[in-house]
């Protein structure tokens, strides 16, 4: 539809995903474009199924890329990933501490982690706040990533030094957001719910958590 009408409905685009990840992708429309703005200040955290293949290194750590090596992976077992990922779990816990800027012993840490609530107010570098293993069949794995401030590339990476740390190699096969801060699988649009009517029934869907989550944390 076009005409002097239309011109002034803007539309913003959330936090991105590369061409080669997936999944939940925000949009912001007219207003939206400034609630959209406010959620980024919200930094919240975003959620990923990862796959992985073990046994091959690529140039861009994806199954797609140039291949720059191939290892062996039969010594690999679930219980060697999971400390690995325990390990990562744990120095990026540090890091989420740090960047968090928030006195430990005092009674606001522990009522925000309590809530679940502790995390950087400022930009940080890509922080994990939990890795687990969902399923392992050598060669392939799969993870669940919870993250603030990553992109999909830095995901791949992290694929690609767990098979480093493992003495193997591995490269990543699937990155898919499944919930970005206030939004799951379960608001996303089909591309045949891309009509009218079905973006009208999101945004009313959505309007009441998004504006209790701005006041919750930006009050």
Not at 137 to 160: A, G, S, W
Request: proline share 2%; glycine share 8%.
């Amino acid at each position: 539809v076009r005409g002097p009408r239309f011109r002034r409905l803007k539309m913003g685009a959330g936090h991105r995903l590369d061409a080669k990840a997936s999944g939940v992708f925000v949009l912001g429309i007219g207003h939206g474009n400034k609630l959209l703005t406010d959620l980024y200040h919200c930094h919240l955290t975003k959620v990923y199924t990862v796959g992985g293949l073990f046994g091959k290194a690529t140039d861009d750590f994806s199954d797609t890329g140039k291949l720059v090596e191939k290892t062996t992976f039969d010594h690999i077992t679930r219980e060697k990933l999971e400390r690995i990922l325990a390990v990562i779990q744990g120095t990026n816990h540090k890091a989420l501490l740090v960047h968090s800027n928030i006195d430990m012993k005092s009674q606001e840490a522990y009522e925000l982690a309590v809530k679940g609530m502790i995390r950087p107010m400022e930009k940080s570098p890509p922080i994990i706040t939990a890795i687990r293993c969902l399923q392992f069949t050598l060669p392939e794995f799969q993870l669940d990533i919870h993250c603030l401030h990553e992109t999909q590339q830095y995901l791949r990476k992290i694929v690609h030094e767990i098979g480093l740390e493992l003495k193997s190699s591995a490269v990543c096969t699937q990155v898919r957001r499944i919930r970005d801060g206030v939004f799951t699988l379960d608001d996303a649009l089909l591309r045949t719910q891309w009509d009218l009517e079905s973006i009208r029934n999101a945004i009313g869907n959505c309007k009441l958590k998004v504006q209790a989550e701005i006041e919750k944390t930006l009050g």
